[in-house]
């Protein structure tokens, strides 16, 4: 009669129930084993970059006299300085989503690139600095929770979020001193950002990333629009460095256009309606 008959029927549905519950089970199902962990964490731990703290981190611009503020003055003098000699120097990659996409070797011993993705963005630069630095949930769906551990004057803080990952890799999170600027020539905003280590910032996720360098600057470029450049080195725990020099500036880019989308208005569905 061409029907299936009960026994298609049921192992049908039995199919149907086993993928549903595999793909609401998919954390645990691709989850790393424990032991698996434990017997890989000690040669993973010799080579792992290290957060400083701030002091330690004052000391790398004067080793008697420095402060954190002294780091965080020459991160935004030097992301001026190469926004006004227009980023010379680094190696142009294909993109999506009409953003740009380059990189640079920085020459440090860590193999991880530095990595620079841009875009134009319909809101003033002010607006953008205040989505990327107070509004991470309209833009990063991954955004789960965060904390200002503490703040160090009114535009210095050190902050603590948390991203989700796909599986089977771990919830990470983020530590970060990071300043901003809104007062600067010709309109410009800036953000810049670098790991630190906080007492008062315990292990919220499952495992703790490094953010080497993360840098925004935002210029005005027209009526109301902004041009956004985000520059990036992070160290998220569990890749190869073969994938960060493949995959990861495609995840900058990615990032900015959700920043760009963000702004852009929501295309109401259905028919017209005259009021």
Not at 223 to 247: F, M, Q, V
Not at 263 to 275: D, N, R, S, V
Request: proline share 5%.
């Amino acid at each position: 009669t061409g029907k299936p008959d009960q026994k298609d029927l049921s192992e049908n549905l039995a199919a149907t129930q086993g993928l549903a519950h595999m793909i609401m089970e998919c954390n645990k199902l691709f989850e790393v084993p424990h032991e698996m962990v434990t017997q890989s964490r000690n040669s993973y731990v010799d080579a792992e970059v290290h957060s400083p703290t701030l002091d330690e981190l004052g000391k790398q611009v004067d080793e008697e006299g420095g402060n954190y503020q002294m780091y965080l003055e020459s991160l935004m003098q030097n992301l001026q300085k190469e926004a006004k000699e227009k980023f010379k120097g680094w190696v142009t990659c294909s993109s999506t989503e009409n953003t740009e996409l380059a990189y640079k070797k920085v020459g440090d011993g860590n193999p991880l690139r530095l990595w620079k993705a841009s875009v134009e963005v319909e809101a003033p630069p002010s607006v953008v600095l205040n989505r990327v630095l107070r509004e991470r949930h309209l833009w990063d769906e991954d955004f789960l929770q965060w904390k200002v551990v503490e703040s160090l004057d009114k535009q210095t803080e050190v902050y603590q979020y948390v991203l989700n990952s796909m599986a089977p890799h771990p919830v990470r999170d983020f530590v970060v001193l990071r300043t901003w600027r809104t007062d600067l020539p010709k309109g410009m905003c800036m953000l810049v950002a670098i790991s630190v280590e906080h007492e008062e910032a315990p292990l919220m996720g499952a495992v703790r990333a490094i953010v080497m360098d993360s840098q925004y600057l935002i210029e005005p470029c027209g009526s109301g629009k902004a041009r956004l450049t985000h520059i990036c080195r992070i160290d998220l725990k569990g890749h190869s460095p073969e994938w960060y020099n493949k995959g990861f500036g495609h995840l900058c880019a990615a990032e900015v256009a959700r920043i760009r989308n963000s702004f852009q208005p929501l295309i109401a569905e259905g028919p017209e309606t005259k009021i």
